[in-house]
């Protein structure tokens, strides 16, 4: 019953009742048009030698799907062009219909056969065109009637082009995307009608007083009439609460509608998300417009030196980040994608995450809502300094647009103003004091629209006075540092400020990459030269020593880097919170030689939702229903001297684990967050050197039971430099072949820690599975433990695949 619940709950809209969402039958060219024309000449001429050429697409649409990971280029920044013939049918007489967009990168012009009807800069707030005159002026055209049989031809030109004077900087770690990439909405709503509905749910810090006051905004162009307003409040089961009902004089504008006592209301938290409904109708005339909103009584409180206090009571914030990001669709990620990778999320033990670094679609924040997930929402001012007017105008337009958008959200709790505004690039002038007087600019009007929630930047210390809260620069064991320093840098930092959140920690794992000795690199790093992020230390090349550029890149080491931190922040009584960057694997044009090019790889999964190891070191902490999970699921094969004792890791929230390798029982463990690694669950056992070692777990949290199993090879033959390549078909299913590629010395002893470049190709009928920014979905990707996988769709035909390292004989592989 309760996912029955959930699933109505996250399929309610605030939109009016006549929506419809615009997915199918676009066309699109990823190029500049000589004029609209030429998007509409071909249908009016019947033309058949149209150029250029137009492709077939389905909203959302990214102009970067594949090209954002492509190792050879780099990615796709201009305009675009998407058309469309709509059928209209607005049910209202004298009623308005419009163009929603949900988000569109990142200039957007809109035409009506060839007239241009609205326009749009920035590439993540929502905005609306109304397209009733323009509608009702093409209706009464020959064009109408003949060419387009009744149909309304719809163009949009959708533009990433770089852009100095725009947000975010191009010097962004992120990719700033191209194309319809959210979803676009016709929507039909009487004469009267809302631009939106303004819920604002406050309770005291007992959580026993509740005040809900409901405001009306009519939208320009609302003509003079009485209209006649019903409101309803409805309780988390959905049994009235409350209604009201009054007349007001409807015109442009904000309007009070009414102000509901509620007392002891059913609280909102991460545990227990409850969630009110208000339900308003608007009638004037015949016509009747219903808005449908969710909203959620809770109590914030950052204490000044202390922790985050939600309803009163501490709550450490337990969180991540998340980029519009997804392999094969890059920003267009469908709602079915949002609600399993935020489901993910929550059942890793997320309660907060910061949404890095725009504004997001209203999917993401529903869901939040009732997932229980506590929310910092920031505008796209990132890296590269502070342009001129129209810059600053486009900041300030956008954060209003995020908080009124997103205003009636229980999980917001920040609005975030920057990040990383210390970094310049973009202008010949850089400024500190230019730069605060338009950072309390942002915080004022912040304010302003909001004044029951925090502001808050990241990573600018000559700025961090004028927020409510700040996070410094703090990767500990990643940039600077090692991973122990991390508790007595934290402490330094929060002393500085009133009050403190640490966003942004963590460190790369190339997925499938392993290693027997993952800390090896932190002997090279001096202690005491602090923990934050400086200019160049995100380069592998040059400067200091630091993991990020010495280290193995292994998931072993960032599991012990997590893991530290995560057992240390359970010490820390003082602390809010932290969140990790980022959740999943996202591409960037700023890393082209990572392992997997062009690709951030801090994710605790990647880019397609394949869960890497650190996922269930963050489980092991952060949840209470039972699980366990043995280290090294995706290691096929370990190394050591024969009869040398391995260290088996397993990651559970258990009271206590029994490990059991081979038939052979090495005993019980109890869990003990504070004992190194894994919580105290490790053993240290031998492995045969011959055949699968059987490494199986059972783990005991009172009467429950959870196990795990994994199979291992344990290889003691040493190897020399790699000499060849070996290339094998692993299997195939539904005509997907999996090929793996193994780097071997001149004996042919598999090289497990070679790190070589691997270059997939293919000829033939197939095609390769690549441009997917994943460890096994990449053409050209750095080896783990001596091997790289690619995959192949077959099409039922012939293909060969090749594979090239550097210095070694071409391996091909007929299929």
């Not at 409180?301 to 450490?316: D, I, Q, T």
């Not at 392999?327 to 999320?345: D, H, S």
């Not at 669950?681 to 011959?690: A, G, Y």
Request: proline residues 5%.
């Amino acid at each position: 019953m309760l996912l029955v619940w959930l699933a109505l709950v996250l399929s309610v809209t605030a939109f009016g009742q006549n929506k419809i969402r615009l997915n199918d039958n676009w066309e699109f060219v990823r190029q500049d048009l000589g004029g609209v024309w030429e998007a509409v000449r071909p249908v009016v001429a019947g033309n058949p030698e149209s150029v250029p050429l137009w492709q077939k697409v389905t909203l959302p649409h990214c102009f970067n799907a594949l090209d954002a990971v492509d190792p050879d280029v780099n990615y796709y920044q201009g305009p675009g062009w998407y058309r469309t013939q709509l059928t209209v049918q607005n049910p209202y007489a004298g009623g308005r219909t419009l163009l929603h967009f949900e988000g569109a990168g990142q200039k957007t012009e809109v035409y009506l056969y060839t007239t241009k009807v609205g326009s749009h800069v920035g590439g993540y707030d929502e905005w609306t065109v109304d397209i009733t005159q323009a509608v009702a002026d093409f209706q009464k055209t020959d064009a109408f009637k003949t060419q387009f049989k009744g149909k309304i031809p719809l163009s949009i030109r959708s533009d990433n082009s770089r852009d100095l004077e725009m947000i975010p900087s191009d010097l962004s770690d992120f990719n700033l995307y191209g194309g319809i990439y959210r979803y676009l909405n016709l929507e039909y709503v009487p004469a009267v009608s809302l631009e939106r509905l303004v819920a604002k749910a406050e309770v005291d810090k007992a959580g026993k007083a509740g005040v809900l006051t409901v405001k009306a905004v009519f939208p320009e162009g609302t003509p003079a009439t009485n209209a006649q307003v019903s409101v309803r409040l409805l309780d988390p089961k959905g049994k009235q609460v409350d209604k009201y009902q009054t007349t007001v004089s409807a015109k442009a504008g904000e309007q009070d509608i009414h102000q509901f006592r509620v007392k002891s209301p059913q609280l909102w938290s991460p545990d227990a998300p409850q969630l009110y409904t208000v339900q308003v109708a608007v009638k004037a005339g015949a016509d009747t417009y219903e808005q449908t909103e969710k909203l959620g009584f809770r109590h914030i409180e950052f204490v000044e030196h202390g922790p985050f206090l939600l309803n009163g009571k501490r709550l450490l914030l337990r969180g991540t980040h998340r980029h519009e990001d997804h392999a094969g669709v890059a920003a267009a990620m469908t709602e079915p994608m949002i609600r399993q990778e935020m489901r993910m999320m929550k059942d890793m033990g997320v309660n907060f995450i910061r949404l890095g670094h725009y504004q997001q679609s209203r999917i993401v924040l529903n869901l939040c809502d009732s997932l229980g997930i506590t929310v910092w929402e920031e505008i796209p001012w990132c890296r590269g300094g502070l342009g001129g007017e129209v810059y600053q105008s486009q900041a300030k337009r956008m954060l209003t647009h995020m908080i009124q958008q997103h205003y009636n959200h229980p999980a917001v709790i920040i609005w975030g103003l920057g990040n990383e505004n210390d970094w310049p690039g973009d202008f010949p002038e850089f400024d500190k004091e230019k730069i605060r007087t338009f950072m309390k600019e942002l915080n004022a009007l912040s304010h302003q629209l909001d004044a029951s929630r925090y502001t808050a930047i990241r990573r600018c210390d000559f700025c961090k006075d004028i927020p409510d809260v700040y996070s410094p620069s703090i990767w500990a064991g990643w940039y600077r540092g090692i991973y122990t320093e991390y508790k007595e840098v934290t402490e330094k930092e929060f002393k500085d400020v009133k009050r403190f959140l640490h966003v942004e920690w963590g460190g790369d794992s190339h997925a499938g990459r392993h290693s027997e000795n993952p800390d090896n690199a932190l002997a090279k790093i001096s202690r005491g030269q602090g923990a934050d992020e400086r200019s160049g230390d995100a380069s592998l090349f040059g400067g200091s020593a630091r993991v990020s550029k010495d280290g193995d890149w292994s998931e072993s080491y960032l599991c012990n880097l997590v893991d530290w931190h995560l057992k240390e922040q359970e010490t820390m009584p003082w602390l809010s919170g932290t969140a990790y960057w980022p959740f999943k694997d996202f591409s960037t044009p700023v890393r082209p030689d990572n392992p997997i090019p062009y690709m951030n790889q801090k994710g605790v999964v990647e880019r397609d939702f394949t869960k890497k190891e650190a996922y269930y070191v963050f489980q092991s902490y952060w949840t209470t229903q039972p699980m366990v999970h043995i280290y090294g699921h995706s290691w096929p094969v370990r190394w050591g001297e024969a009869g040398e004792q391995k260290m088996v890791k397993v990651y559970s929230n258990c009271a206590e684990a029994e490990l059991f390798v081979n038939g052979k029982s090495y005993g019980v463990k109890k869990r003990n967050s504070q004992d190194f690694p894994a919580a105290g669950l490790r053993w240290l056992v031998p492995f045969n050197n011959t055949g699968d070692n059987v490494i199986k777990v059972v783990a005991r949290q009172g009467k429950t039971v959870v196990q795990d199993e994994i199979h291992q090879r344990y290889q003691t033959e040493k190897w020399a430099k790699p000499a060849k390549l070996m290339v094998e078909k692993l299997g195939e299913q539904n005509g997907l072949a999996t090929v793996q590629v193994k780097l071997l010395d001149a004996n042919g002893v598999q090289c497990l820690d070679a790190v070589s470049w691997i270059n997939f190709s293919l000829s033939g009928d197939g095609h390769l599975l690549d441009d997917l920014g994943t460890s096994s979905g990449s053409r050209k990707v750095q080896a783990y433990n001596g091997r790289a996988i690619i995959r192949v769709k077959t099409n039922g035909g012939k293909s060969v695949v090749g594979v090239q390292s550097e210095g070694l004989a071409t391996a091909l592989l007929p299929l």
